[in-house]
T-cell receptor, first 115, second 114 residues
Framework: DQQVKQNSPSLSVQEGRISILNCDYTNSMFDYFLWYKKYPAEGPTFLISISSIKDKNEDGRFTVFLNKSAKHLSLHIVPSQPGDSAVYFC??????????????FGAGTQVVVTP | DGGITQSPKYLFRKEGQNVTLSCEQNLNHDAMYWYRQDPGQGLRLIYYSQIVNDFQKGDIAEGYSVSREKKESFPLTVTSAQKNPTAFYLCASIRRGLPNNEQFFGPGTRLTVL
């Protein structure tokens, strides 16, 4: 039973425009959400995170929005650059449990930024 | 330079053989994790360990085994019982209490069964 879902397997966006990646979750106990970026044959790298006590977190070109009532979060990248072409994973955790560091990952969204 | 190392980068195995993937971290992290990634799929948790000499099964533990004898090391053995072992394997670690709850990942090992 997948608790974190990324329903768009791919996204193509023009350089300079906004990329919007979506993620839905089912477990209401999740209290921390993260986005990772992954290039082929490499390990994922952390991008940005948000706690459930916030609804927005911004870091440079990256902004994550959290809508707890809808159990939905999104990652906005603006402006999109060619180096942003990668797979983006959404992840969630329940930090209150015994398995405090455990993350549930979505299936990922492949972003392609075109010139 | 602190980080997570995985070796080897590429590994080939004949059917019926066990193989062990190495994962070492010098970040003084408490918990360590093993994931596998298959094409078009997300990261699926195989095993994790939050303290030395203790580990827990993840979502797809069948056919795998682990040990955690030292805080820095968390090797994964892919046994002959694993039906479809060809995949990209990722090791990660986390330090309890960090503000972002961020797992740090190693570079991965590509395992191919011939």
């Amino acid at each position: 039973d997948q608790q974190v879902k990324q329903n768009s397997p791919s996204l193509s966006v023009q350089e300079g425009r906004i990329s919007i990646l979506n993620c839905d979750y089912t477990n209401s106990m999740f209290d921390y959400f993260l986005w990772y970026k992954k290039y082929p044959a490499e390990g994922p790298t952390f991008l940005i995170s948000i706690s459930s006590i916030k609804d927005k977190n911004e870091d440079g070109r990256f902004t994550v929005f959290l809508n707890k009532s809808a159990k939905h979060l999104s990652l906005h990248i603006v402006p999109s650059q060619p180096g942003d072409s990668a797979v983006y994973f959404c992840a969630a955790s329940d930090t209150t449990t015994d398995s405090w560091g455990k993350l549930q990952f979505g299936a990922g969204t492949q972003v392609v930024v075109t010139p | 330079d602190g980080g997570i190392t995985q070796s080897p980068k590429y590994l080939f195995r004949k059917e019926g053989q066990n193989v062990t993937l190495s994962c070492e971290q010098n970040l003084n992290h408490d918990a360590m994790y093993w994931y596998r990634q298959d094409p078009g799929q997300g990261l699926r948790l195989i095993y994790y360990s939050q303290i030395v000499n203790d580990f827990q099964k993840g979502d797809i533990a069948e056919g795998y085994s682990v040990s955690r004898e030292k805080k820095e090391s968390f090797p994964l053995t892919v046994t002959s019982a694993q039906k479809n072992p060809t995949a990209f394997y990722l090791c990660a670690s986390i330090r309890r209490g960090l503000p972002n709850n961020e797992q740090f990942f190693g570079p991965g090992t590509r395992l191919t069964v011939l």
